[in-house]
């Protein structure tokens, strides 16, 4: 492993494990027994090493988060539970999302660029669940709702889960928000639609 992605893997974990606000590189630097100036290098600046670290999120869930004329209501849940995963694997940033939106002016410009992708793509892929028949939306306002509803869940789960879900494995943690985004669509899906929901939860 090469010095670069020894700093971005060490960073990752100490900002998951203590947030990004209490973790210096003059700190990270002891941790891995190198000067201050090897970090440097390579990130002239901590904002600069948390960026880099949020665009690897950003490709890792861009593999994943795309338009798909043909989704079922499996896909799509399968989609989210993988979201989930690497939202878990990146905690550090989610739970720092603020500090990180107010204080780092290149993470925000991506994050904003990034989201309204994001919601366009979840649109188009709620659209094609109901020319599929598993979801019932009856106009604008409702797809708007279900998008904004998936964006605020994803956005702020971890957050929510380091408050009041600590004594929660992370399989529990992200079980939860899943049966959250079940409980929002349930009341809008199709029979077939339910029997997918069925199947994925008793996956879970």
């Known amino acids: 492993?090469?010095?670069?992605?020894?700093?971005?893997?060490?960073?990752?974990?100490?900002?998951?494990?203590?947030?990004?606000?209490?973790?210096?590189?003059?700190e990270l630097a002891g941790i891995l027994d190198m000067r201050v100036s090897n970090i440097t290098y390579y990130f002239p600046t901590k904002d600069d090493l948390v960026f880099e670290i949020s665009q690897e999120l950003t490709r890792k869930n861009s593999e994943i988060i795309i338009e798909d004329s043909a989704i079922t209501m499996s896909s799509f849940l399968n989609m989210l539970a993988q979201v989930f995963e690497h939202h878990y694997q990146f905690r550090g940033l989610l739970r720092s999302f603020v500090h990180i939106m107010t204080q780092n002016k290149a993470v925000l410009a991506s994050y904003k660029k990034?989201?309204?992708?994001?919601?366009?793509?979840?649109?188009?892929?709620?659209?094609?669940?109901?020319?599929?028949?598993?979801?019932?939306?009856?106009?604008?306002?409702?797809?708007?709702?279900?998008?904004?509803?998936?964006?605020?869940?994803?956005?702020?789960?971890?957050?929510?889960?380091?408050?009041?879900?600590?004594?929660?494995?992370?399989?529990?943690?992200?079980?939860?928000?899943?049966?959250?985004?079940?409980?929002l669509f349930e009341p809008y899906a199709s029979a077939k639609a339910k029997k997918e929901i069925a199947v994925f939860r008793e996956k879970l």
């Open 1 to 26: 492993m090469n010095t670069k992605q020894k700093i971005l893997d060490r960073a990752l974990e100490m900002f998951n494990e203590r947030g990004i606000e209490y973790v210096g590189l003059r």
């Open 114 to 183: 990034t989201q309204t992708t994001r919601k366009n793509t979840l649109a188009s892929n709620i659209q094609a669940l109901a020319a599929g028949g598993y979801l019932k939306v009856e106009n604008e306002e409702k797809l708007k709702f279900f998008v904004s509803t998936l964006v605020i869940i994803t956005r702020y789960w971890i957050s929510e889960a380091a408050v009041f879900g600590q004594h929660l494995s992370k399989e529990e943690q992200i079980k939860q928000n899943l049966l959250m985004i079940i409980n």
